[in-house]
């Protein structure tokens, strides 16, 4: 007899199209679908076309008509600034009928892109679903990124608005927003109409005239705005994510299938009730923050929380706990990177006997992977269930997970655990050939991606084949390596490209090595992310200087590490760099950077036999040891 979740997963694979057609059933959209999914003339899928809703609308709106409006939809909790504040889903609409007033005002209309590049707080959550309410497509710029990287992204995107703050509050420093998006607004080739910015007291910033508003004195004079219908294969959102080059990707997702699978997600993966209140400790700048602080929360009619502060240090080690007991949360998610940086401040969880936690009924992590020594600690620290899963910008909700609205199944420490109905999950090896159990090869996933999983990139329809759909045909590249088990457990263990994961942050070591190769000394270069205790990962550089570099190698690589962190931001955190008199190469020229990170990380060295002089590694451990 299979238990549940096997019958659940078997009505997926017997019939993807009505297994997803009957959980569309269950949203309240203008025109129902008549079909699950079609595939255009590029052969991309687009789930429930024809369709017609409006993802406010099901945020908010639905909630208000059905009585709900006295609930409370979001709490913003900001330690940084000592400020709390609660949001009813009455509140929230009006406010964001109202913002939505004030982008209509400035010309936004359906399909227009809108960038917002804010910190966490409730203003970038209203500007997102003013987006939503009047089809326009928001694109999230993470806070931390610096003026280059926005401009990228503002090239990309050709926003008509661009929505900011006029700073954000780091834990011991005001990081001033504006000065960054008035460099950024200079370096794109793109003009933008307006900026609309909001005054935070921290730090007020000049508005250039004719081209910023002040957020506040917009919203006075501002109408209040209803939902427009979109089709459902309509972009509700863009958000960029590192590749293995320089140029991000614009991952593209659709109204239908995002609000479907948002919805299904809140109660197969997350256990949820609407009611319940949900906490995801990230930011809105990534796809987590996207999905499970805005989108799935609010659609499922839980009580979302915003939180503008750290794990640690926004006071302490107890941030977490507290916030837990204060607005009784029932699901916690996090990236495994916090509760690193909490045990190792209080490696007894001291914190979580303090506090009352008792409404916490599970911990769901994601964003690398979840170690098993982290994975202890917290199922010895607090006894609850500790739950792993996988997923990805492009696919913006889990691939693997605990199914735990079917099925809660045993947990094996270092798997997400077993395919999210809806993902036909496999292992192929380099020939394409299904690997055995056990046996590790390249994550797949079956096409057509389920809803809400990206379609496409941003105008680059070309980069997306490529990048994703060539390498096995039929199949989705996750870029992930790993393999499943006997009992039919995944297990992903690593990147096989050249993305690395920084303290749950995803970066291009590809694009660092263009900034790093870029100056003038450097006559080339390999950027690789090696182990750190807290972060996962951190990057680090080796440079091998010009010929006719006489200067001291110490003050390029200083130069080096202020460079990129002005180019890309803080939060690339490249603070090793190191030079060697040569790199490790294949014969056909290609450098080893896998080899370099083993040599760093002590792991064993698995030299390709298409290298000629296996001695220079033995040469480079040398040269780091002396350092
Ligand atoms: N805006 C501006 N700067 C930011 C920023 C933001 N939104 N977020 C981070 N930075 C800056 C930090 O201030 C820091 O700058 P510094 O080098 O001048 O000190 C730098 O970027 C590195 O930040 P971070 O990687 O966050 O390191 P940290 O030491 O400040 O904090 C952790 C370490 C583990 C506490 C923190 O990374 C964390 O909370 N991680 C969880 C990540 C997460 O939720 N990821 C989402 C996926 S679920
Ligand atoms: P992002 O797009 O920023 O969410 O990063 C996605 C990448 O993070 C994945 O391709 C994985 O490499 C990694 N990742 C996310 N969640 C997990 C997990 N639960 N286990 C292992 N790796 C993960």
């Known amino acids: ?138 694109s999230v710029v993470f806070g931390g990124f610096a003026a280059h990287e926005l401009a990228v992204r503002i090239d990309d995107a050709k926003p008509k608005l661009v929505l900011s703050a006029s700073c954000g509050v780091e834990v011991d420093s005001i990081i001033e927003y504006k000065p960054l998006l008035d460099n950024a607004l200079d370096l794109a080739t793109h003009k933008v109409d307006h900026c609309v910015i909001y005054q935070r007291e921290q730090a007020i910033a000049p508005l250039t005239p004719t081209r910023d508003i002040n957020w506040d004195n917009a919203m006075q004079s501002a109408k209040e705005v209803a939902p427009v219908a979109v089709n459902a294969s309509d972009p509700l959102y863009i958000l960029y994510t590192s590749g293995t080059t320089g140029t991000p990707k614009g991952v593209v997702r659709e109204n239908g299938g995002h609000a479907v699978a948002m919805h299904y997600s809140m109660e197969t993966v997350y256990g949820m009730q609407p009611g319940d209140v949900f906490w995801a400790a990230s930011d809105i700048g990534w796809v987590v923050g996207h999905s499970y602080i805005v989108y799935a929360p609010l659609m499922y009619r ?69 170690d098993p ?32 609205g079917i099925e809660e199944l045993a947990t094996k420490p270092g798997s997400s655990t077993v395919p999210t109905p809806g993902f036909d999950v496999q292992i192929l090896n380099m020939h394409g050939e299904q690997c055995a159990p056990n046996e590790q090869g390249a994550v797949v996933i079956k096409l057509p991606l389920p809803p809400g999983c990206m379609p496409t990139i941003w105008q680059n329809t070309p980069r997306f084949k490529t990048g994703y759909l060539t390498e096995y045909p039929g199949y989705y590249l996750s870029g992930d390596g790993g393999y499943i088990d006997d009992d039919g457990y995944l297990f992903i263990m690593g990147r096989t490209d050249d993305v690395i994961n920084v303290a749950g942050h995803r970066l291009s070591t ?82 080893l950077r896998k080899n370099l990170r083993q040599l760093v990380d002590g792991d064993e060295l698995q030299i390709p036999s298409t290298i000629d002089d296996a001695g220079i590694f033995e040469e480079i451990n040398q040269q780091i040891t002396q350092r």
């Open 1 to 138: 007899m299979l238990g549940p979740y096997k019958q659940h997963y078997n009505n997926f694979k017997q019939s993807p199209e009505q297994f997803w057609l009957e959980q569309a059933k269950r949203l309240p959209w203008y025109k129902k679908p008549e079909h699950a999914y079609i595939q255009d003339n590029d052969g991309l899928y687009h789930w429930f076309d024809g369709g017609q809703l409006n993802s406010s609308f099901l945020a908010l709106d639905q909630h208000v008509i059905a009585g709900f409006g006295e609930q409370t939809a979001l709490i913003y909790d900001s330690p940084v600034t000592n400020t709390k504040q609660t949001y009813s889903y009455l509140q929230l609409q009006q406010q964001v009928a109202k913002f939505a007033g004030v982008m209509q005002s400035l010309g936004v209309t359906k399909g227009d892109r809108v960038v917002i590049y804010m910190p966490m707080i409730p203003q970038a959550v209203i500007g997102m679903l003013a987006c939503a309410r009047l089809g326009a497509i928001h």
């Open 373 to 404: 020594p982290t994975y202890n600690w917290l199922k010895e620290k607090t006894n609850l269930p500790i739950l792993d899963h996988w997923w990805q910008t492009e696919t913006g909700w889990a691939i693997a997970c605990n199914p735990v």
């Open 510 to 591: 590809g694009e660092m090595e263009e900034i790093v190769a870029a100056h003038p000394a450097v006559a080339e270069c390999a950027v690789f992310g090696v182990t750190d205790n807290l972060k996962g990962q951190l990057p680090m550089a080796m440079i091998v200087l010009k010929n006719d570099f006489t200067g001291s190698p110490t003050d390029v690589e200083q130069e080096l590490v202020q460079t990129v962190r002005s180019q890309i931001g803080a939060i690339a955190c490249l603070k090793t760099i190191v030079s060697v008199e040569r790199l490790p190469k294949t014969r056909s020229g290609k450098i």
């Open 302 to 370: 839980c009580t979302t929380i915003l939180f503008e502060g750290k794990p640690v240090r926004t006071p302490d080690a107890n941030a977490f706990w507290r916030v837990v007991e204060e607005y009784k949360v029932n699901a916690l998610f996090s990236a495994p990177t916090a509760f690193r940086a909490i045990k190792k401040e209080d490696p007894n969880a001291e914190g979580f006997k303090q506090y009352n936690t008792s409404s916490l009924k599970r911990l769901f992590l994601a964003g690398e992977r979840l």
